[in-house]
C-alpha cells in the first residue's frame, strides 16, 4: 500500500525526527522508471539531520533507484559545508525557506520553541520547484500539526493502515490536540479534533486501511 501511494505522488515528505530515526530511503519500490519517482522531502528547519554518505536516500539516488533528497532548512540556519557536499553530490539540493517571526518575550517558553515553516510556505515553495502532489508521511508531529484546524483545508485525503498490534504507552502521536466545544445536544465537551466523509475501509491481509477526505 505505501508504494502503491508512493507511485502516485510527486514528493514523499518526512521530518528530521524521522529522518534520523529511521534511516528511510523514500523511494517507490515498485517497478517505475526514475523519472516517475517520487522526490524524497525533509522537513529540517535547524539542520538536525545530520547524514553522511552513507543515509540509505543517498545511496538509493545514487544507485538509480530513486531521487535524492531536497531538504527545507531555515534561510538564517548555517549548514555544513560537509553535508551539503554529500547532499548535492547525490543530486539533491537545499530550499531555504523563512520561519515566522519569534514569539514575543511575554510568549510561553512552548510557543518560543515550536516555531516550524507554515504549511502554506511549504507548499507554495514545492509548487515553485514543479512538484504538484505530496505524500506526508511522518512523523508524528509533522502529521499532528498538518492535522490541525489551521492546516486541515490543506489536506486532500488521510489513509491509515491498522495493524493486529498494540505499541503501548509511549508510542508516537499523531494527532491534534483535543477540542473543547459543545456537542449536537449542546453538551459541553471534547468534540472530535477531525471529522471524516466519502469514508472507505479496505482489509488487506491482516491489515484494515481507512481512506477519507477531512469535512
Known amino acids: 500500500m505505501t508504494h502503491h501511494l508512493r507511485a502516485h505522488h510527486a514528493a514523499i515528505l518526512v521530518g528530521a525526527g524521522t529522518a534520523i530515526a529511521d534511516d528511510p530511503g523514500l523511494n517507490c519500490r515498485l517497478q517505475h522508471p526514475l523519472d516517475r519517482q517520487p522526490r524524497p522531502i525533509i522537513l529540517d528547519q535547524r539542520a538536525r539531520w545530520a547524514f553522511s554518505r552513507d543515509a ?3 545511496a538509493t539516488a545514487r544507485s538509480g533507484r530513486g531521487l535524492a533528497p531536497w531538504i527545507l532548512v531555515a534561510a538564517d540556519t548555517t549548514y ?3 553535508r551539503l557536499a554529500c547532499l548535492e553530490e547525490a543530486g539533491g539540493k537545499l530550499i531555504r525557506l523563512p520561519l515566522p517571526p519569534s514569539p514575543s518575550p511575554s510568549s510561553s517558553p512552548a510557543s518560543t520553541t515550536s516555531r516550524r515553516f507554515p504549511w502554506p510556505t511549504i507548499l507554495s515553495a514545492l509548487a515553485a520547484h514543479g512538484l504538484t502532489s505530496v505524500m506526508i508521511e511522518g512523523g508524528g508531529a509533522v502529521i499532528a500539526d498538518l492535522l490541525a484546524p ?25 494527532s491534534p490536540d483535543a477540542r473543547r466545544g459543545a456537542d449536537a ?19 488487506l491481509g491482516e491489515d484494515v486501511v481507512f481512506c477519507g477526505r477531512p469535512a
Not at 492546516?151 to 502521536?173: D, H, I, K, Q, Y
Not at 453538551?187 to 472507505?200: K, M, Q, S, Y
Open 80 to 82: 555544513p559545508a560537509a
Open 150 to 174: 489551521p492546516n486541515l483545508r490543506l489536506v486532500r485525503s488521510v489513509v491509515v493502515t491498522l495493524a493486529p498490534v498494540l505499541l503501548g504507552r509511549g508510542c508516537v502521536l499523531a
Open 185 to 203: 445536544e449542546g453538551e459541553a465537551g471534547l468534540v472530535p479534533a477531525v471529522r471524516f466523509t466519502d469514508v472507505l475501509w479496505t482489509g
Open 56 to 58: 540509505r536516500v543517498l
